[in-house]
């Protein structure tokens, strides 16, 4: 189960986010943004209290930075635990200790990247999943 935390400070909108970050997380984190919307500054969402995430959580938070960024907030996301940080590494084909693939991520062009790549693996565990049926 996930949680969010949604705070605001000046023009700063902060969301803490807690649990298992995965696709069924997805109403969640998007009602988190729609709930504190603002059009102008900036959104810091806090993965400090995420200590799993899988590709489709991946996903939704590339998908809400994007949306963000649409809304014209500038985005920040800290608080990266290991096995998160390691799968952005991974799909990011930048794995090894301490990568600063999360300060990376700020650019748009590789978030696009990282989306593609994320896409690939979530399709291939759902292969998996399947074929286990």
Request: proline share 3%.
């Amino acid at each position: 189960m996930i949680t969010t935390e949604v705070q605001r400070c000046g023009s700063t909108l902060l969301i803490g986010v807690s649990g298992d970050l995965d696709a069924a997380a997805a109403p969640v984190l998007q009602g988190a943004l729609a709930q504190g919307a603002v059009h102008e500054g900036v959104l810091m969402v806090d993965l400090q209290g995420v200590a799993f995430m899988d590709s489709a959580g991946l996903l939704l938070v590339l998908d809400l930075h994007r949306r963000a960024e649409c809304l014209g907030l500038r985005v920040l996301v800290v608080g990266w635990q290991s096995q998160p940080q390691r799968l952005m590494a991974r799909v990011a084909s930048m794995p090894g200790p301490g990568s600063s693939t999360g300060e990376r991520y700020a650019l748009a062009g590789f978030r696009r990247l990282i989306e593609k790549r994320a896409w690939r693996e979530n399709f291939a565990d759902l292969d998996v999943a399947l074929d286990g049926l």
